[in-house]
């Protein structure tokens, strides 16, 4: 069975852009939540879809947000990006939801310059 | 809020040699997890455990969950250079619709 698969893996943009990340889970998972993960913060939960509804969300700003399609692919997008959006963003995939076993895809590393 | 806390931050320790390192909070979970990342990559699940006081043993690892259901314990015995990454414990809550809790993590180098 093929892992979770994120693209793009690296990515840099410049303050101000928007950048879109993609998804797509192991096979007849239905949950995907997202992560970004920093030297100084950790990992830190950032929203989870379930059939296409999100589910849960974390402490972030609007300007941060997700959407997941019917084939339980998921995109999340950051607009106006700022410097310290710069990190490891992660994307997990579950059968049912992010309180059960979780598997993580490789991550995008997105830095902001 | 729940919270989850790791120690050692840093690990460094020479190849054969036996650590532990822990993970604790306040806070009750239905279950905890441990995970290892490698550099770039992202964590890999090693073990869910459920049970107060419940230990798991995987090759040369060994994890326990308190009895208490607050706290683990990852033990690596005879440490080796491919045992080097991040170790992450995560508390699961009582509900799939709950955020889970991701440590800090512990940063194990093995030196051969």
């Known amino acids: 069975k093929a892992g979770v698969t994120q693209t793009p893996r690296y990515l840099i943009k410049t303050r101000g852009q928007q950048v879109t990340l993609s998804c797509s889970p192991i096979s007849g998972h239905r949950s995907v939540s997202w992560y970004q993960q920093t030297p100084g913060q950790g990992l830190q939960f950032l929203f989870e879809?379930?059939?296409?509804?999100?589910?849960n969300k974390g402490n972030f700003p609007g300007r941060f947000s997700g959407r997941q399609f019917s084939n339980s692919r998921s995109e999340m997008n950051v607009s106006t990006l700022e410097l310290g959006d710069s990190a490891l963003y992660l994307c997990?995939?579950?059968?049912?939801?992010?309180?059960?076993?979780?598997?993580f895809g490789p991550g995008t590393r997105l830095t902001v310059t | 809020t729940q919270l989850l806390e790791q120690s050692p931050q840093f690990l460094s320790i020479q190849e054969g040699e036996n650590l532990t390192v822990y993970c604790n909070s306040s806070?009750?979970?239905?279950?905890l997890q441990w995970y290892r990342q490698e550099p770039g990559e992202g964590p890999v699940l090693l073990v869910t455990?459920?049970?107060?006081?419940e230990v798991k043993k995987l090759k040369r690892l060994t994890f326990q969950f308190g009895d208490a259901r607050k706290d683990s314990s990852l033990h690596i015995t005879a440490a080796q250079p491919g045992d080097t990454g991040l170790y992450l414990c995560?508390?699961?809550?009582?509900?799939?619709?709950?955020?889970?809790?991701f440590g800090p993590g512990t940063s194990l180098s093995v030196i051969p």
């Open positions: 879809y379930f059939s296409e509804t999100q589910r």
């Open positions: 995560a508390g699961l809550p009582k509900t799939s619709y709950d955020k889970v809790i």
């Open positions: 455990v459920v049970t107060g006081g």
């Open positions: 806070s009750v979970f239905s279950s």
């Open positions: 997990a995939s579950s059968l049912v939801g992010s309180g059960y076993e979780q598997y």
